[in-house]
């Protein structure tokens, strides 16, 4: 294993920002204060949190009051649809997409279980929402509409405020995990009709731990964790400080930087994916190449092993992701490839590679340099790959 890490998992998390570190420095050492105390020590530290939120929702284009901090996206998620159904007691059924990640999807196996209806709507093989059947599928008994803005493995990116309206037609609320958006793609809550958004810290260069949900002003809240008064008794427990400051730092930058994702790191990512689709016979490009993340590509390396793949490029420090990071350990191809019909062979040789402004060209050249003699290794030991590759 080599010293250097070359990361290429940016959707699984990405590296603390040096500057959003700076910031949350004074909150892990001196600043330890709760801020809800009375005391002056205590109480200052409530200053910090709203000029995060502040900086939350200037990213969002979003009012402070409608930003609630979270423990992560996952809680986010749950939040959401949580208060969907206990404002709505007498709508009964959610409507999700089948590629959602599974913060969304095991909520609605789990309200399945509880009685509840859940519809998952399908998708085209290159990852398109079916919208014509999501219209069918959301009816008068259901309290929401939940689809990502941008999904974490093909990047695709989805029309939310269609389908924002489609859900609001029929009297419900819709919600969008947009995790992997903030901050790669401009978003601007002022004109749009979303009524909730998930976003989380380590997704954007600020540390594990801290996410946030927008609310729409107007929209009713119930809170999923019930306890203390904090964030105006819409989410329990005494707040994670150091993290929300940091979040607050990393929205601040991700604005600055949202130029650089759209061309540097859009460049990167295109000259990878032009490359090792010349250089390499037999692979395809998994999603929707129109309507993707500037950041993001998912390859299919036909008759081989995505794991293989990811093994030998481990041992050269290159970090990239087979499937989503939640279903690695199992055999399954990922659950967003299958709803696309990938096909067998295709679908276990994806490897998803995901960038960020810290990538950079000679990092991109090493990749082009050594895989392609990776994926031959591999399929010279393939017995699929002699079988039907060649
Ligand atoms: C990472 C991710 C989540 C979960 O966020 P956590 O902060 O890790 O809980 C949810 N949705 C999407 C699309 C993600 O990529």
Redesign the pocket.
């Known amino acids: 294993m080599s010293d250097k890490v070359i990361y290429f998992d940016n ?3 990405t590296k603390v920002d040096p500057e959003v570190f700076e910031a949350m420095k004074p909150f892990i050492t001196g600043l330890y204060g709760n801020p809800s105390s009375i005391h002056t020590f205590g109480g200052q530290v409530a200053a910090h949190i709203e000029n995060a939120r502040f900086s939350v929702a200037d990213l969002l284009g979003a009012n402070p009051t409608e930003i609630i901090f979270t ?7 749950n939040a959401a649809i949580h208060s969907s159904l206990f404002t709505c007691p007498k709508r009964k059924k959610i409507v999700i997409s089948k590629v ?5 999807l095991n909520v609605g196996k789990e309200l399945l279980r509880r009685g509840h209806k859940v519809s998952e709507v399908p998708v085209d093989t290159k990852g398109r929402i079916d919208l014509e059947r999501l219209h069918e599928l959301v009816d008068d008994e259901t309290a929401l509409v939940s689809v ?1 803005w ?3 493995e093909t990047g695709n990116i989805y029309p939310v405020e269609e389908i924002a309206k489609i859900a609001h037609q029929k009297g419900a609320l819709f919600h969008t ?1 947009a ?2 958006s903030v901050g790669k793609i401009p978003i601007d809550m002022s004109k749009s009709s979303i009524d909730m958004l ?1 976003l ?4 954007l260069h600020a540390p ?2 801290v ?1 946030a949900l927008f609310v729409k002003r107007g929209v009713r809240f119930r809170p999923f964790m019930l306890g203390g008064h904090q964030e105006k008794g819409r989410r329990g427990g005494t707040e994670n400080v150091m993290g929300i400051v940091a979040l607050g730092k990393a929205c601040e930058l991700a604005g600055k930087n949202m130029g650089i994702e759209n061309s540097a790191v859009k460049k990167l990512r295109d000259r990878l994916e032009k490359n090792l689709v010349q250089k390499i016979s037999k692979c395809r490009i998994n999603g929707d190449t129109e309507n993707r993340l500037p950041n993001t590509t998912n390859i299919s390396f036909e008759f081989i092993e995505g794991e293989a793949i990811l093994l030998l490029m481990n041992q050269l420090g290159v970090c990239a992701s087979s499937g989503s990071a939640c279903t690695t350990g199992s055999l399954e191809p990922s659950h967003v490839l299958r709803a696309m019909g990938v096909p067998y062979t295709a679908a276990h040789g994806s490897i998803r590679f995901s960038l960020s402004r810290f990538n950079n060209d000679a990092e991109v050249d090493f990749i082009l340099d050594r895989l392609p003699p990776i994926i031959e290794r591999l399929r010279d030991i393939s017995p699929y790959w002699k079988k039907e590759g060649k």
């Open positions: 959707n699984a998390t423990s992560c996206g996952t809680e986010s998620d959602e990640h599974p913060a969304v990502m941008a999904n974490n995990d995790v992997q998930s989380s810290g380590h997704k594990k731990g996410g």
